[in-house]
């Protein structure tokens, strides 16, 4: 009887469902008329209403006409209504609610340029609602030249006919302006703005630049100071310790004037290695190839098996160390030496030992500083890495009996290194979703990433309490109070990130995994997406609306770009800003696409060859701006020119509401002073 009132009940759900999904409770009817205008009207079943255009972030879905196609024509402004609008408070979304009263009618001005190839499709994407449910809908629409009144079509071609005879006059006087015909359109195109103009000198108006670059090489010092003390808990490391106290003990015994002197000497030699390991990396590639080099699909994908291979190497399959010849030939040069020379091979013994688990760290770093595209970011980024390694070795090499209350090595170094092999295979995959992003591949979507992160994170929790086992791991006849607080930690962050396989943004990942938009399934629709990805289509764009412009030059392979997309862009304030307010540029400088024609441009008295269109959007942003880092924000009027400082990374939201805000005002005094 259950199973049969269960099919019962089924078959009504589904049946009203069905029957739900089939109401159209508002009928569409459009059409052009002699005014060269666009009509629609909406006609709503009683007890239904209709929502109108502007309703805010986190109501129902607002009535929205896309153009998709447009040709032979252009959109004059918005589509616009006279229609009475109702607003009242709504419990369910917690604010006011607008709609419109009986049968709105909605116009859209048209320009239109050629009738023969007048073509206009989109659609209607609206929602309907009465007391009991709301219906989601969407209604197509089509221009042909057909649908073109005749009248226009006369009036039109008339027109047309007189502005070429006018523009043939013209052209034939020496000296006149920039007037050409399009043989494609017929049109005459006016636009001479040259939106490439450097605007250097414009920037000094504002004072914009070192704060913000100041910002970004504290982080940058920071992330690289934090990753120095990350690799001292490495079992590739620990060994020189006891190392380093018997050098110095055969030294200075109980001189400990001494050994404060050669101790300082110690450290600040490991601080010179890794300061010109940085500088020479930067100096033989170039800051700016080196950036290049990081976002290319051979190099993120050498760096991918690298870490892999570690961590396959850390999980006990097999040792990878560099030639026992070369460490130990530095070990004997610095026993065999006096003064601060010897004291400098011990030094360069600490790096040449420690290589094979700081590797993997190093380069992972000097990617992040390279980003900046100056050679002050790899080094900031390498002296804050020696920094972190040398305090604690220079405090060994003054306090050698401080060894005998450290922890001796044994079987939990072998779980440190297991732990790092589950962090770097984590890891792997993200150099893996740089390559796979800018030449999209669509191998790594978000929602595959997430599902390899949530299994190794769950299996590195199972590992933390000993249900898994590797070589070389020791007996573990019960865990201690870390390995269980570390293993909640490792499963709480894998339930964390289920909710992003629904879309969900995961800011405290955002940096790290692939972007929103490549994922299939995504309930998630407080993104920010540009409305181009092209800077003369967008500016072009802006000038027709009358906006201002928001350039954001980014990558795929910028992590702080994903994060300020995740934590900035996301927060409704300014979300709703940049929606409404502003025509927002993305340009990737690192797309590897190519472009349809090689452009050849000269840069710093040398040719250069743009065979990408990330080449092309990287010489825009270093040619007008002077700038080669990302993210970099700019904001422009629809002259090309700045109407306010320009902005990088800083997650701050108050900061970039008042930015976007500060722009908008400048924009509108511009044009009211224009006026």
């Not at 020496?174 to 920037?203: C, G, H, K, L, R």
């Not at 004072?207 to 690289?224: M, P, Y």
């Not at 050098?247 to 050669?262: T, Y």
């Amino acid at each position: 009887m259950r199973k049969q009132l269960y099919f019962i009940f089924s078959f009504f759900f589904v049946s009203f469902s069905l029957y739900a999904q089939m109401q159209h409770p508002v009928k569409w009817n459009y059409y052009i008329n002699e005014k060269s205008e666009i009509i629609f009207t909406a006609s709503v079943d009683n007890g239904w209403h209709l929502y109108t255009m502007d309703i805010p972030p986190g109501g129902p879905l607002p009535t929205s006409f896309v153009f998709e196609t447009i040709n032979g024509a252009e959109l004059d402004n918005k589509v616009t209504t006279l229609a009475e609008i109702i607003t009242s408070f709504d419990k369910l979304f917690d604010m006011d609610i607008s709609w419109y009263k009986d049968n709105p009618t909605f116009t859209q001005k048209l320009r239109i340029t050629n009738p023969d190839r007048f073509l206009i499709e989109g659609y209607i994407d609206y929602m309907s609602c009465n007391d009991e449910n709301c219906i989601p809908n969407k209604e197509e629409f089509s221009f042909s030249e057909n649908h073109l009144p005749a009248s226009l079509i006369a009036s039109v071609r008339k027109k047309l006919s007189k502005d070429k005879e006018t523009v043939q006059a013209i052209t034939s006087q020496p000296e006149e302006n920039n007037i050409e015909i399009t043989e494609e359109t017929d049109e005459i195109a006016t636009s001479s703005v040259d939106w490439w103009q450097p605007i250097s000198q414009e920037w000094h108006r504002y004072g914009a630049g070192s704060a913000e670059n100041d910002k970004s090489l504290l982080i940058v010092f920071l992330l690289c100071f934090g990753g120095g003390f990350i690799a001292l808990l490495t079992p590739c490391v620990w060994p020189v310790i006891p190392m380093t106290v018997s050098f110095f003990l055969k030294r200075s015994k109980s001189n400990r004037k001494k050994a404060f002197s050669e101790a300082v000497i110690y450290g600040v030699s490991i601080i010179f290695i890794y300061l010109i390991l940085g500088l020479l990396i930067t100096l033989i590639f170039g800051a700016s190839a080196l950036n290049e080099l990081s976002t290319g699909a051979v190099f993120n994908l050498i760096f991918f098996a690298l870490l892999v291979l570690f961590a396959v190497s850390f999980f006990g399959a097999f040792e990878f160390t560099l030639p026992s010849a070369w460490t130990n030939k530095m070990n004997n040069k610095a026993e065999s030496t006096t003064g601060s020379i010897s004291i400098f091979f011990m030094a360069f013994t600490l790096v040449l030992v420690s290589f094979s688990c700081t590797g993997p760290i190093i380069g992972s770093l000097l990617v992040q500083a390279a980003g900046m595209e100056s050679i002050i970011g790899p080094a900031i980024g390498m002296f804050g890495f020696g920094l972190a390694l040398a305090i604690p070795f220079a405090f060994f090499a003054v306090f050698p009996s401080f060894l005998q209350s450290m922890p001796k090595s044994g079987g939990w170094l072998n779980s440190v290194k297991v732990v790092l092999g589950f962090l770097e295979l984590a890891l792997a995959l993200k150099f893996f979703s740089v390559a796979d992003l800018a030449y999209g591949w669509g191998i790594l979507d978000r929602e595959v990433f997430l599902v390899l992160w949530i299994v190794i994170f769950v299996l590195l929790g199972f590992y933390l309490l000993g249900k898994i086992r590797l070589p070389h791991d020791s007996d573990l006849k019960n865990i201690s109070v870390i390995r269980l607080f570390l293993a909640i930690v490792s499963f709480a962050f894998a339930v964390y990130m289920v909710p992003g396989l629904w879309g969900a943004p995961l800011k405290a990942i955002s940096a790290f995994s692939p972007p929103l938009y490549t994922q299939d399934f995504n309930l998630y629709d407080g993104e920010v997406h540009p409305r181009f990805r092209d800077y003369e289509e967008g500016m072009i764009y802006a000038q027709k609306q009358g906006k201002p412009v928001l350039i954001d030059f980014t990558g795929y392979g910028c992590v702080n770009c994903r994060e300020m997309e995740a934590s900035v862009w996301s927060d409704p304030r300014v979300k709703r800003i940049i929606d409404n307010d502003y025509i927002l540029i993305s340009l990737y400088v690192d797309d590897k696409t190519k472009l349809p024609k090689i452009m050849e441009v000269t840069e710093n008295g040398k040719t250069r060859k743009l065979r990408t269109i990330g080449d092309k959007w990287s010489y825009l942003q270093s040619y007008k701006f002077g700038a080669n880092a990302q993210p970099y924000y700019v904001l422009l009027d629809n002259e090309g020119m700045p109407i306010a400082p320009w902005k990088a990374y800083n997650t701050n939201i108050e900061e970039y509401v008042e930015f976007l805000r500060n722009g908008i005002q400048t924009y509108k005094s511009k044009n009211k002073n224009a006026q």
